[in-house]
């Protein structure tokens, strides 16, 4: 069994160095982990949503304290998809949480048993670290959890260069996320893409209670004259600044930590 198979972003981070902010900047979430499993319908989505739920959750909640969202695609590029997300402090936890994972005699046994089947786990899979950025909210849990599972929509903004991204970073910290809150958008994080595809980029994750609730809430954004306004001024000043948006909904699963 590969130990990188699950998780598979960690092993080739840990000799990544970084500059970590204070003590105080410690205590935020500086990372998230983006994972997508692409199955075909079968018996794959039901076994990795059984090992997912009975073997690396569990795992996980032994050595990471962060948040963690497990996700079912309801549209996206390839599907059946699943999707994990895990948030990390720092650069320096991705050893100890690796070794802390695969020392779990139970984990490992999971893991072999899902390969030894006829048929692989996943099709292929794909990870990604983004870096939150520093307008980022933190992922609060909802306390009780949602009686009903909600909707995650995963934006990816590419833009050409650098420069067009921190333009795209200077809309969002200052007037969108403002615009957003009034229209009912309120994203769980902000990310750029430190290592994965489709950089450079702005990643963030929005949840809504429902596909009809997602609706209202973006033509409410639409319409708002601020950001007609904003955004006329940002083409005028910038050009276009995201040359590419991509977007999958996912329903969190109902074993999601965050749901």
């Known amino acids: 069994m590969d130990r990188r198979s699950?998780?598979?972003v960690m092993g080739g981070m840990t000799l990544m160095n970084t500059n970590q902010a204070g003590a105080a900047g410690a205590q935020r979430t500086r990372y998230y982990i983006l994972e997508h499993f692409?199955?075909?319908?079968?018996?794959?989505?039901?076994?990795?949503?059984?090992?997912i739920r009975d073997a690396l959750l569990p795992a996980l909640n032994k050595v990471h304290t962060g948040p963690k969202i497990v996700m079912d695609a309801l549209v996206a590029p390839q599907m059946p998809q699943?999707?994990?997300?895990?948030?990390?402090?720092?650069?320096?936890?991705?050893?100890?949480?690796?070794?802390?994972?695969?020392?779990?005699?139970?984990?490992?046994?999971a893991a072999e048993a899902l390969e030894a089947h006829a048929e692989p786990p996943c099709e292929h899979s794909s990870a990604a670290l983004l870096e939150a950025t520093d307008y980022s909210p933190e992922i609060v849990p909802l306390d009780p959890p949602p009686k009903t599972p909600r909707i995650f929509e995963l934006r990816v903004y590419h833009s050409p260069t650098y420069r067009q991204l921190q333009a795209l970073h200077e809309r969002f910290a200052g007037p969108e996320i403002k615009i957003f809150a009034r229209c009912?958008?309120?994203p769980l994080f902000y990310s750029?893409?430190?290592?994965?595809?489709?950089?450079?980029?702005?990643?963030?994750?929005?949840?809504?209670d429902s596909l009809a609730a997602r609706e209202k809430a973006w033509?409410?954004?639409?319409?708002?004259?601020e950001w007609i306004k904003v955004r006329?001024?940002?083409?005028?000043?910038?050009?276009?600044?995201?040359?590419i948006i991509q977007m999958s909904l996912f329903r969190a699963t109902a074993y999601s930590p965050i749901r």
């Open 6 to 8: 699950f998780v598979g």
């Open 192 to 208: 750029s893409t430190y290592f994965g595809a489709n950089r450079p980029n702005l990643t963030y994750l929005i949840p809504f």
């Open 219 to 225: 033509a409410a954004f639409a319409a708002d004259p």
């Open 82 to 109: 699943l999707a994990l997300i895990l948030g990390l402090r720092s650069l320096e936890e991705l050893p100890s949480l690796e070794a802390g994972l695969w020392k779990q005699e139970g984990l490992r046994k």
């Open 184 to 186: 009912g958008v309120h």
């Open 232 to 243: 006329k001024e940002s083409i005028e000043k910038h050009g276009q600044i995201s040359s």
């Open 38 to 51: 692409f199955l075909k319908n079968g018996t794959q989505p039901g076994r990795m949503n059984d090992f």
